[in-house]
């Protein structure tokens, strides 16, 4: 039976590797027993694993991908537990390992099976399409990738935009010339830059135009060769903006696309143009779409349960939409307003 209780003994020659992966007062085995409910008593280098036979299975595949990181000399912290415990609870067995992403202030590496496959499908496709709730890295692993691509010299140019779709109704009630009214929009791609390169480099780089951060109204008419250009939260666009947006595309360039279908901000009644995009170009070659769950979401664990419930929620509400009920019908959009 898959519950069998069962134990495994796993013998680590390199005991100062074996007593980073413990972590001060052993808070990475009591983090690695509280998430997958086994028991881990240790004895020298011999770390005894007793559970579930898939909690075991899960445990063991984490402590070896634990100790593998030791070995190389790096770090073990709490973040790099969970990480390990989502890899080795991939049940599709799909994951390629995926590379880190080199910037300059951090090595960014895949921390669920879903961000490994968007990280490879990055690395492959010249158009990808990343889809999912807040808190999964869709936005801030396009960023690291873009950065990594502009250091190394694969593209000259980073473009980094966002629909400003409240801006319309509030942007003259705000202070300062145009950018400066719709900057508050595109703070979060700010931050995430600033997480990777010194804050000079990044203040340098804008000023050289290596690093373009923009609204999407900003791309109309332009051609963007040799970039990697980024469009965050896309379900805000409409079909023609998408269009415009996608057209933008020149040689040597990669673009990425992400959104969250759940958090649309457009009128009642339209029409996203993340939504039409999906269905337009669905099977076209040299585009790749990576669907992101509650299980890639690497905030504070109770982002993860909070984002768990909400999908609860819409199933159920979608069952009623489709018994015929009315208070579970979507609004026009395919999706519930937040």
């Known amino acids: 039976m898959n519950d069998a209780m069962v134990q495994e003994i796993r013998t680590y020659a390199d005991n100062g590797a074996l007593q980073v992966v413990f972590g001060p007062g052993s808070e990475n085995m009591d983090q690695l027993e509280a998430r997958l409910g086994v028991s881990l008593p240790t004895r020298g280098n011999e770390v005894t694993v007793a559970g579930p036979a898939p909690h075991v299975a899960v445990a063991v595949r ?18 790099d537990v969970d990480a390990a415990v989502r890899m080795g609870q991939d049940e599709t067995g799909a994951a390629d390992p995926a590379p880190a992403l080199r910037t300059r202030k951090r090595v960014i590496e895949a921390r669920s099976p879903g961000q490994a496959r968007y990280i490879n499908a990055l690395l492959r496709h010249e158009l990808v399409f990343g889809l999912g709730p807040a808190g999964t890295g869709k936005t801030y692993l396009a960023i690291a990738h873009a950065v990594a691509l502009k250091l190394s010299g694969a593209v000259d140019r980073l473009i980094l935009s966002r629909p400003a779709v409240e801006a319309g109704e509030r942007l003259g009630f705000l202070p300062g010339d145009l950018r400066e009214k719709v900057d508050p929009y595109l703070r979060p791609m700010y931050d995430a ?3 990777m390169m010194p804050g000079d480099e990044v203040l340098r780089r804008l000023e050289a135009a290596e690093i373009e951060v923009a609204p999407l109204a900003f791309m109309r008419g332009r051609t963007l060769a040799n970039a990697c250009i980024i469009l965050d939260e896309a379900q805000n666009t409409t079909p023609t903006q998408m269009k415009m947006f996608l057209t933008r595309l020149g040689e040597n360039s990669r673009m990425v696309v992400t959104g969250d279908m759940t958090q649309i901000d457009l009128p009642l009644g339209a029409r996203s ?34 984002v768990k419930a909400y999908d609860a929620r819409d199933r159920r509400l979608a069952t009623t939409a489709d018994d015929g009920a009315g208070p579970g019908s979507t609004d026009g959009r395919g999706s519930h307003r937040r």
């Open 193 to 195: 830059l600033y997480e």
């Open 273 to 306: 143009g993340l939504r039409d995009a999906l269905e337009t170009l669905d099977g076209l070659d040299g585009v790749a779409v990576c669907h992101f769950t509650h299980r890639d979401v690497v905030r504070h664990d109770l982002v993860t349960r909070i």
């Open 62 to 79: 984490a402590l070896d991908s634990l100790y593998a990181r030791a070995r190389a000399g790096r770090d073990v912290t709490k973040a």
